[in-house]
């Protein structure tokens, strides 16, 4: 049930990544000290639009989600209390199509009071946080807010924003396509672009805002006249950067599609005058201008309005359409990975798909070689018959497992042997199970209802179902509070995949309770922490996560993350230090060092660490090594 803690490991740290470079959303926003008391509800009803203001005393820990039949928007919001002054039974004015009512769930862990908003089907809403407040703001469908007067409703009135969640890059006819897939047709962005300097390639770059783009990769390697994409979040929008991968910029045509946004790269042209190429579907006029292409210099600019649908040569289908792959048709539906291989070892290559795929894999000693191979975004065990084709070699699969072995070689399946079973084999399954039935009769009512609870959550979990796997796990500690794998399974789930920083908090603490030692609950609490911008909080559970022996490295690095963002450059570049005592340094760490030195001064120390850098053989991106080399030369001038 516990197993690939790693996992979690990765995922948390991702997150604590991903909460400096976005803004609050409403499931991990900070909760108050001492609770949330709602001190005054304001109601505005114009027409068909009516906006409701909860006004608190700090900032709320809420999720918002939808039921139907009927339609229901419904508000969680944890530890919460209504002042005395407010009736809850007359929140609302008089009105046809909207109804409110209020519950306390004392049996939740923290305690909810809920507001179940009932709509009619001609409205829809819109749900903002403002500061300590939240507004929400009903509408007929179709019409856009129109409420004014206070922030809360100039916030409400905004597009609801869409999300983007996929890159699809396709090369095919001395073009690349790349579609960035968005649960609505992306109409308004800023296209602009940038010419490199200091060893930097020219890039292009779209500015969309209003839209989430937490779920995309940071960054994607191309490999044509598009080196690479970047991706950024900038306030409540994103920056895509396109970065050439020749001398100049490609040409290149941006256009609305039904599925999100599609960029063409002409891949036989590079233009020569930066600032006058390219061609986009942009009806914003305003001047090229020349900025600094590194992400973090860049800021949000303008939007403007397309609405342009792409059509293929034969003028009867999608663009997005016609690059959907042939993958499912050749019956390859694994996990999509991309990989770049360089004369890397094949039993490392092995391994690495071993992560990849869950399947149990096992290699014959007599495969031996190595291997250079580039694909991005296929199919696992597609890329895995790649390498197989190319190195002649064979694999048999069955039980989840997948042996690999020379071509000229034979392998056969064992045979189950039951009848070679010695009596002192079966004596000892029998003490065993004599065993497990005498632990099951010492074991209290309370804790086998709560292994069952375990068993269904389990269940739950496996079908992604993991609202109601958390509910069968607090069930679960409800019986069973000693038992501190449910208590941080809890907060990892809470942390990781719901985004409940609240409650992460709260089932980390249960564990710190029982296990001070329990150094995983002490880091999912200071990232929840962090999250929720508690400081204190979060610099004396960073604290106590470094405490093992060896600290673990995930610790480590977060905490060094955060005291760098808090402005302490020096408590994280000690923080590195003690990582590369006990795990050497890599990448990551290293220009991390690097900036720490340049943001307090030391221009000297933060050149040699980049000099290091260029000499410690790990494989470095094209414009590192360039801006490298560049402060090098600085420095002996």
Same mark, same amino acid.
């Given at each position: 049930?516990?197993?690939?803690?790693?996992?979690?490991?990765?995922a948390i740290f991702c997150s604590f990544f991903l909460f400096w470079a976005s803004t609050v959303q409403a499931t991990d926003t900070p909760v108050g000290e001492g609770g949330y008391t709602i001190t005054d509800i304001k109601t505005e009803l114009k027409g068909k639009t009516l906006l409701v203001v909860l006004k608190g005393d700090s900032a709320p820990a809420y999720t918002e989600y939808e039921l139907f039949s009927p339609a229901r928007l419904v508000l969680d919001i944890a530890e919460a209390d209504l002042a005395e002054t407010i009736d809850a039974a007359n929140i609302l004015p008089?009105?046809?199509?909207?109804?409110?009512?209020?519950?306390?769930?004392?049996?939740?862990?923290?305690?909810?009071?809920?507001?179940?908003?009932?709509?009619?089907?001609?409205?829809?809403?819109?749900?903002?946080r403002v500061e300590n407040d939240l507004s929400i703001q009903f509408f007929p469908q179709g019409k856009t807010p129109a409420i004014a007067g206070t922030q809360a409703a100039k916030a409400a009135t905004d597009e609801p924003p869409a999300a983007l969640y996929d890159i699809v890059v396709r090369t095919r006819d001395k073009k690349t396509e790349i579609l960035f897939k968005a649960d609505k047709p992306i109409k308004k962005y800023?296209?602009?672009?940038?010419?490199?300097?200091?060893?930097?390639?020219?890039?292009?770059?779209?500015?969309?805002?209003?839209?989430?783009?937490?779920?995309?990769?940071r960054e994607k390697t191309v490999g044509t006249n598009l080196d690479k994409i970047r991706v950024a979040t900038r306030g409540t929008g994103v920056r895509i950067v396109f970065d050439s991968g020749q001398k100049g910029l490609f040409s290149y045509d941006i256009k609305t599609d039904t599925q999100g946004l599609l960029v063409v790269i002409n891949e036989s042209t590079l233009h020569e005058t930066p600032g006058k190429f390219g061609v986009a579907s942009n009806t914003d006029s305003s001047p090229v201008t020349t900025s600094d292409p590194t992400l973090d210099a860049l800021i949000?600019?303008? =939007? /403007?309005? #397309?609405?342009?649908?792409?059509?293929?040569?034969?003028?009867? @289908?999608?663009? &997005?359409?016609?690059?959907?792959?042939?993958?499912?048709f050749s019956g390859y539906q694994s996990k999509r990975i991309s990989v770049d291989f360089y004369k890397i070892d094949l039993h490392n290559v092995f391994r690495l798909f071993r992560q990849i795929s869950d399947v149990n894999l096992v290699v014959d000693e007599s495969v031996s070689g190595s291997l250079t191979l580039a694909l991005s975004d296929v199919p696992w065990d597609f890329a895995l018959d790649i390498?197989?084709?190319?190195?002649?070699?064979?694999?048999?699969?069955?039980?989840?497992?997948?042996?690999?072995?020379?071509?000229?070689?034979?392998?056969?399946?064992?045979?189950?042997?039951?009848?070679?079973?010695?009596?002192?084999?079966?004596?000892?399954?029998?003490?065993? =199970? /004599?065993? #497990?039935?005498?632990?099951?009769?010492?074991?209290?009512?309370? @804790?086998?209802? &709560?292994?069952?609870?375990?068993?269904?959550?389990?269940?739950?979990?496996?079908?992604?179902?993991?609202?109601?796997?958390?509910?069968?796990?607090?069930k679960a500690f409800t019986l069973w509070p000693a038992n501190t794998k449910i208590s941080n399974r809890l907060a990892a789930l809470y942390l990781v995949n719901l985004g409940m920083n609240a409650k992460a908090v709260h089932f980390a603490k249960e564990t710190l309770k029982i296990d001070k030692k329990n150094y995983q609950a002490a880091l999912y609490a200071a990232i929840a922490s962090a999250n929720m911008d508690q400081v204190g909080d979060a610099m004396e559970y960073f604290s106590q996560s470094i405490n093992g022996t060896p600290p673990m490295k995930e610790a480590l690095i977060s905490y060094a993350a955060f005291s760098e963002k808090k402005g302490?450059?020096?408590?994280?570049?000690?923080?590195?230090?003690?990582? &590369?005592?006990?795990?050497?340094?890599?990448?990551?760490?290293?220009?991390?060092?690097?900036?720490?030195?340049d943001t307090?001064?030391?221009?000297?120390?933060?050149?040699?660490?980049?000099?290091?850098?260029?000499?410690?053989?790990?494989?470095?991106?094209?414009?590192?090594?360039?801006?490298i080399r560049s402060r090098q030369t600085t420095t002996q001038e």
């Open positions: 049930m516990y197993k690939k803690l790693s996992t979690y490991y990765l008089e009105n046809n199509f909207a109804t409110l009512k209020i519950t306390t769930l004392k049996d939740k862990v923290p305690q909810i009071s809920r507001f179940e908003f009932t709509l009619a089907e001609s409205h829809r809403y819109k749900v903002n800023r296209q602009n672009s940038v010419t490199g300097r200091e060893g930097l390639p020219d890039s292009m770059y779209i500015d969309i805002n209003n839209i989430d783009g937490s779920e995309l990769v949000d600019s303008s =939007e /403007a309005a #397309i609405t342009e649908k792409v059509l293929s040569p034969e003028g009867n @289908v999608t663009a &997005a359409e016609a690059m959907e792959d042939s993958f499912g390498i197989l084709n190319l190195k002649n070699l064979k694999k048999e699969e069955r039980h989840n497992t997948i042996v690999i072995y020379a071509a000229n070689n034979n392998f056969s399946w064992p045979e189950r042997a039951s009848d070679n079973l010695t009596f002192k084999a079966d004596v000892e399954v029998i003490q065993q =199970e /004599a065993l #497990i039935i005498q632990q099951s009769i010492n074991l209290s009512a309370e @804790v086998m209802q &709560a292994k069952e609870l375990l068993r269904r959550a389990k269940i739950e979990e496996q079908n992604d179902d993991l609202e109601d796997a958390a509910l069968f796990y607090e302490q450059p020096e408590a994280a570049l000690k923080l590195l230090n003690r990582y &590369a005592e006990f795990y050497s340094d890599n990448v990551s760490t290293m220009i991390s060092r690097a900036r720490l030195y307090m001064g030391q221009t000297m120390q933060a050149t040699e660490q980049y000099k290091k850098l260029l000499l410690s053989g790990y494989q470095l991106v094209p414009g590192l090594k360039n801006y």
